[in-house]
């Protein structure tokens, strides 16, 4: 939700920040959210662990790098074509956002996928996963719209995710080699 926040700010000095800016920007985000999940189902289908969980995490922080990298030049580019909120926000948002945010998608039910060992507590496992997902999104979203941008410019919020992203995977392919040392 932060790089979905932050995602308005970033298309504003081209594209303006109007209900069709965001409409585009929403539209994207959850078209890549509902293909992350989808694709994250499949994934956990074939010997899940936490060691490709922590590279699904890793390669999600990896494709969120562009979005500070080359966002300016993108941007630019873009508006020298289309100039319309309309669909230059669209393209623009589908270009810097689309694949990050489909690879963070995939990261939920792949890990519900892990955390479930029996079937009967699917559902439990899937709501409280769901639920702490949810409750940091609106976390982030606090954070972000109400701090962070005060205090600390659209890049550095969006390497400090990365980061953040980093060290998760980094935690998580820790546990999963010390899981498996243990078994």
């Known amino acids: 939700m932060a790089v979905e926040l932050l995602s308005g700010r970033i298309l504003a000095p081209n594209f303006g920040n109007s209900i069709y800016v965001w409409g585009g920007i929403i539209t994207i985000f959850m078209l890549a959210l509902s293909i992350g999940y989808l694709i994250g189902g499949r994934l956990s289908i074939r010997e899940p662990s936490l060691k490709k969980l922590s ?84 976390a982030g979203t606090i954070l972000t719209s109400f701090y962070l941008v ?21 935690f998580s392919s820790l546990a999963g080699r010390k899981h498996v040392e243990n078994n």
Do not use: C, K
Not at 61 to 77: C, Q
Not at 150 to 170: A, C, K, P, R
């Open 55 to 138: 590279i699904i995490l890793m390669v999600a922080a990896v494709s969120t790098t562009p979005i500070v990298l080359m966002s300016d030049a993108v941007l630019d580019g873009i508006f020298t074509l289309i100039q319309d909120p309309r669909y230059g926000s669209l393209i623009s948002a589908t270009i810097l956002f689309f694949l990050p945010t489909m690879i963070s998608g995939t990261i939920s039910p792949y890990a519900v996928r892990l955390l479930v060992t029996d079937s009967n507590r699917s559902g439990h496992v899937a709501g409280l996963l769901y639920f702490v997902s949810t409750f940091g999104s609106a």
């Open 150 to 170: 005060l205090y600390f410019e659209i890049n550095h919020i969006v390497w400090t995710m990365i980061g953040i992203s980093f060290l998760i995977s980094l």
